[in-house]
């Protein structure tokens, strides 16, 4: 067992050092934190992952043979694939995707994969994490 008293005192230099990089992970966040709406105007991973996930939901619902472009801009195709969504989980159809719509969107990925759809799976360890959700 370590014990600090017989333990050799640390050099200034080294515990300044240690207690920096403490502070440097403490403070970062994680760079998958899901954002708490997307909406028109927004880009990056979690509108990747938005959009991915509205493709399977077409595929699924609609003879859609056009999905989304999976470029990370939320855009007016998007909007109006986010008014869809929601429009089939009774929820209001403002082009925002908020975390109810994001809960709807991984409980339908549960009921997929139940259904066969592995890449219902695939999305949900991937992306799931990174859209509004609760």
């Known amino acids: 067992m370590f014990s600090f008293v017989s333990a050799r005192p640390l050099r200034r230099a080294a515990l300044v050092a ?6 440097a992970v403490v403070l970062s966040a994680p760079a998958s934190a ?18 991915k996930g509205l493709n399977l939901e077409y595929s699924d619902w609609t ?3 056009s999905p989304l472009a999976t470029d990370g801009i939320f855009g007016t195709a998007t909007r ?3 008014n869809d969504h929601k429009s089939w989980f009774g929820l ?3 082009g925002i995707f908020g975390k109810g719509a994001g809960d709807a969107m991984i409980s339908l990925s549960y009921t997929a994969t139940a259904n066969g759809r ?16 609760n």
């Open 63 to 65: 003879s859609n043979s």
């Open 118 to 133: 592995t890449a219902a799976t695939t999305w949900r360890n991937g992306c799931a994490s990174q859209i509004p959700h």
């Open 34 to 51: 899901a954002p708490s709406q997307l909406q028109l105007g927004d880009t990056g991973a979690s509108v990747v992952c938005l959009q």
């Open 92 to 94: 209001t159809t403002d």
């Open 18 to 23: 240690g207690a920096a990089s403490c502070a």
């Open 80 to 82: 109006n694939a986010v």
